[in-house]
């Protein structure tokens, strides 16, 4: 079956850690996306990638990097700079950016104490 | 720039009609609408291409006003499955050949028998 897996479903991390989100489709899309979703501010988009090896900051990119050296995978890592890193963050993948229907995956739950 | 939802959470009773209402700013491209039941990821419902179109399937349609930057989703004779929140997401161009989704804050509907 296609689709997109997030892995793990729950994360725990100390403060000061960095933590790597792990994001990975079948489906053949060229793009990918990060949301981090906190209660009652919708999805809001951390990076973005449309091609292999480029990507783009989205509107809260700050204290997040990713990567992009495979079509099927784009993870992200939460670094020890991102203030308030606990929430929940959803992968996300579409055939074009932007236009297109995005799938997303089944999201990781990050509490950070 | 995030659009606005309105309303931000509605309470129906099965088989009531409801409206939800999204606005942007901005010149749109296309407007993309998702729920989202709790603890799981979004799930795709339609898209409306600029040019006013209207969609639907089953009992939930939408429209898009390219001229106002609005689009509407509405659900009819609503029943227990619908509840969940609904995102809606707006494409607007970014530059470069590009277009970039900004999804609302939600709207939570919630039915009950």
């Known amino acids: 079956d296609g689709g997109i897996t997030q892995s793990p479903k729950y994360l725990f991390r100390k403060e000061g850690q960095n933590v790597t989100l792990s994001c990975e489709q079948n489906l053949n899309h060229d793009a990918m996306y990060w949301y981090r979703q906190d209660p009652g501010q919708g999805l809001r988009l951390i990076y973005y990638?449309?091609?292999?090896?480029?990507?783009q900051k989205g509107d809260i990119a700050e204290g997040y990097s990713v990567s992009r050296e495979k079509k099927e995978s784009f993870p992200l890592t939460v670094t020890s700079a991102q203030k308030n890193p606990t929430a929940f963050y959803l992968c996300?993948?579409?055939?074009?950016?932007?236009?297109?229907?995005?799938?997303f995956g089944p999201g990781t739950r990050l509490t950070v104490t | 720039q995030q659009p606005v939802q309105s309303p931000q959470a509605v309470i129906l009773r099965e088989g009531e009609d409801a409206v939800i209402n999204c606005s942007s700013s901005k010149a749109l491209y296309s407007v993309h609408w998702y729920r989202q039941k709790h603890g799981e990821a979004p799930v795709f419902l339609m898209i409306l291409l600029k040019g006013g179109e209207q969609k639907g399937h089953d009992k939930i349609s939408a429209s898009f006003n390219e001229k106002k930057q609005q689009s509407s989703l509405y659900l009819t004779a609503s029943q227990l499955s619908y509840s969940g929140t609904y995102f809606c997401?707006?494409?607007?161009?970014?530059?470069?050949?590009?277009?970039?989704?900004?999804f609302g804050k939600g709207t939570k509907l919630s039915v009950i028998p």
């Open positions: 990638s449309q091609i292999v090896n480029d990507f």
């Open positions: 997401g707006t494409a607007a161009y970014s530059g470069a050949g590009s277009y970039q989704l900004t």
């Open positions: 996300a993948s579409s055939l074009g950016q932007g236009v297109n229907e995005q799938y």
